[in-house]
């Protein structure tokens, strides 16, 4: 059962009731990306307290009464959500962070916080009976669609940029996705994969274009409120491309205010690379989001024109939050400091988090007395290239103990 009262236009407020196929705003187009309205009356009722003391599935989907979509039989897919909220003892020392806390995302079944979305699109297809879903993507909304889908048995088409590093890429493959590897940017992918889906008409898992993908992404923030025993902490930090995973953090927090069982939402901290900034430009320059280069190592949050702007500036300003841009070479410093000192490995993206929020800590943005969650967005194997630029050198020997007790010591 799905407690949704229907659909509201982001940029004209329309309303409309609900209907499956309906993906944006009809007078506005493409960009009126939709909000999915809930009858929250109705969720109070079954999202108790009490509910989760007694409810035994650990995915995401036992956040079902707050989503769009209903899964069916939840064992045909793989199990997406459940990730480790860890409280981070080292970093508060190396930072001076009162309390941070990581959550790690790079343990869902394809390695990135994208499963959450890929779940819902995959069962609103399989609700649909849509043959083929397909989407573009930096790579990790790619890789998660073909893993999801080829759990349950569905094909999929995907665009990716160039650039796509190749444990993305041999995510894809190994998951029998047909690839399509646009010579160009991700903007080039993006352009691509509507009119092939226009043209064909295979499901669209194009995060900001579908509004139930935000309502899977959403499910993070409420594992972390769940996680935090419903205290939530001041800030949360997530590194940001189109914007579709900020906005569902805003979301979670938002149902979770309205069912009466948090009493306010955390300010959200935007984080983008300075290599790739159109947030930060806009909010920095207050003006509207102009496109810029995609000149980041941070693949996942490289887009120059984000798709979800409206959801995305929106969710920070109504936090009360704020947006920092910060440096390749720092985004990598913070994910070898993540991973010696608390056993971590987040790609570039992830550790972009950590990074923005040390650098708004020194700001004075946030606040010494107050406490952090990082969104540790998906998993450092993906992309091991960057990695080793920071990781450091292993040391070399001949087979031989003298050799090694010079190095080790008596
Ligand atoms: C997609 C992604 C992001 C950013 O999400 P958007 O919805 O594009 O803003 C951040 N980190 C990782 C690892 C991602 O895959
Ligand atoms: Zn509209």
Redesign the pocket.
Same mark, same amino acid.
């Given at each position: 059962m799905v407690y949704i009262k229907g659909y509201e236009c982001t940029i004209c407020n329309s309303q409309y009731e609900v209907n499956e196929k309906l993906h944006t705003c009809p007078k506005c187009g493409e960009k009126g990306i939709l909000e999915i309205i809930y009858d929250y009356q109705k969720i109070k009722s079954k999202m108790t307290k009490s509910y989760f003391a007694n409810c035994t599935d650990n995915s995401m989907w036992r956040y079902h009464y707050t989503m769009s979509v209903e899964p069916g039989l939840r064992s045909k897919y793989l199990r997406v959500g459940g990730t480790p909220l860890y409280k981070a003892k080292h970093l508060c020392d190396i930072m001076g962070f009162k309390k941070i806390y990581i959550k790690d995302?790079g343990v869902n079944p394809t390695a =990135?916080?994208?499963d959450r979305a890929s779940a819902v699109a995959v069962a609103d297809a399989v609700a649909l009976k849509a043959a083929i879903i397909s989407c573009s =993507? *930096? /790579? @990790? +909304?790619a890789s998660s669609l073909a893993g999801n889908a080829a759990r349950i048995g569905m094909n999929t088409v995907i665009f990716v940029p160039e650039r796509t590093p190749e444990g993305k890429l041999s995510q894809l493959l190994i998951f029998g996705a047909k690839v399509i590897v646009v010579k160009g940017s991700y903007r080039d992918a993006f352009e691509m994969s509507q009119k092939a889906i226009k043209k064909w008409g295979w499901y669209n898992r194009n &995060? &900001?274009i579908n509004p139930h993908l935000v309502e899977g992404?959403k499910t993070v923030a409420l594992e972390i409120a769940e996680q935090m025993d419903w205290k939530v902490p001041d800030w949360v930090a997530? =590194?940001? !491309?189109? /914007?579709? *995973?900020? +906005? !569902?953090v805003y979301k979670g927090f938002h149902d979770l205010l309205q069912l009466g069982i948090i009493d306010r939402i955390p300010k959200l901290l935007g984080v983008q690379s300075d290599g790739c900034s159109p947030f930060v430009n806009a909010y920095v320059k207050k003006q509207k989001i102009e496109p810029t280069e995609e000149n980041t190592i941070?693949d996942?949050?490289s887009?120059g024109i984000?798709? @979800?702007p409206v959801k +995305?500036i929106r969710a920070v300003e109504k936090s009360g939050g704020s947006w920092i841009a910060v440096s390749d070479h720092n985004i990598l410093k913070a994910m070898k400091t993540l991973g010696s000192n608390e056993g971590i490995f *987040?790609?570039p +993206?992830?550790a &972009?988090?950590l990074e923005g929020a040390e650098e708004a800590l020194k700001l004075g943005i946030i606040k010494p007395d107050e406490t952090i969650c990082i969104?540790a967005? /998906?998993n450092g194997l993906?992309d091991t290239k960057n990695a080793l630029e920071i990781a450091g050198k292993p040391i070399y020997i001949e087979p031989d103990m003298n050799e090694l007790i010079k190095i080790i010591g008596k």
């Open positions: 995302e =990135s916080l994208k =993507s *930096t /790579g @990790n +909304a &995060a &900001a992404k997530v =590194s940001v !491309g189109d /914007g579709c *995973t900020i +906005a !569902g941070a996942s949050i887009v984000p798709r @979800n +995305a *987040t790609e +993206a992830g &972009a988090s969104i967005t /998906g993906k």
